[in-house]
């Protein structure tokens, strides 16, 4: 359910499904980057990044709070929230810029298009989508080359305190071997996180190295820049 009125932008946080393509781009991968797995996608939400990628035959896991609840009522709710995702944009098209997506229309097909493939895919290897929430995740120190995590870091600056920032950056990053990769460094509104240099220089003093790097995507405006941490 989301409440309209009571956050800024987008309001609650949704449970969105973008696509592996989109990922692809968000995260500026090759396809063939991913192939070396172990991956991690978190929050996966109702994303199309783990069907997409185990089609090509990568080891990827996903995990979201949200798959604490049976497949048919998330399924249920993440068409609604991709719904509400579609509502939302049309009635702010200044705050989007269109490429990727042609359109709201296109937006709408390709996000209701990878809800069906979470869907499937979580019926077909449902022990590959871990029910966990930031910050602590059920997974051994390094256990993943590549961890990836869209759109819940910086988005959601109203839900989210800088202390929440801190310690999910630092469990992603104990949980990668080589590369976490965070996605985009706005919220909703376009708006770049404030805290964004005090968040590296605080992992930098515990090992963890930080970078921006801009990537060839942007949906939200001014979202086209990705935060990688190397933990030591
Ligand atoms: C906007 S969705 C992003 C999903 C996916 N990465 C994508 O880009 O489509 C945000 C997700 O964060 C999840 N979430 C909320 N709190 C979380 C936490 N503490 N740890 C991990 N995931 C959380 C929600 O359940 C929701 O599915």
Redesign the pocket.
Known sequence: MTTPGAYRGLGD??????PYD??LAMFGLAGEDLLQGPVL???????G?APGARARGVDVMA????YAQPPDVLNHRAVADTRYGNQYVRANPHTYAWGFFRDPDDHLARRLA?ADAFAADRARSPRRYVA????HLPFADDRFRLV?????LF??PD?LTYS?HLA?ARELARVAREEVRIFPLVDTLGARWPLLERLRDDLAREGVGTGVRSVAYEFIRGGDEVLVLRPS
């Not at 946080?13 to 973008?18: K, P």
């Open positions: 946080i949704i449970v969105t499904a973008r989109e990922y996608d978190c929050p996966a939400g109702a994303s990044f995990v979201d709070p949200e990878a966990a929430a930031l910050p990836l995590s869209s759109h819940l988005v959601y839900h929440d999910f």
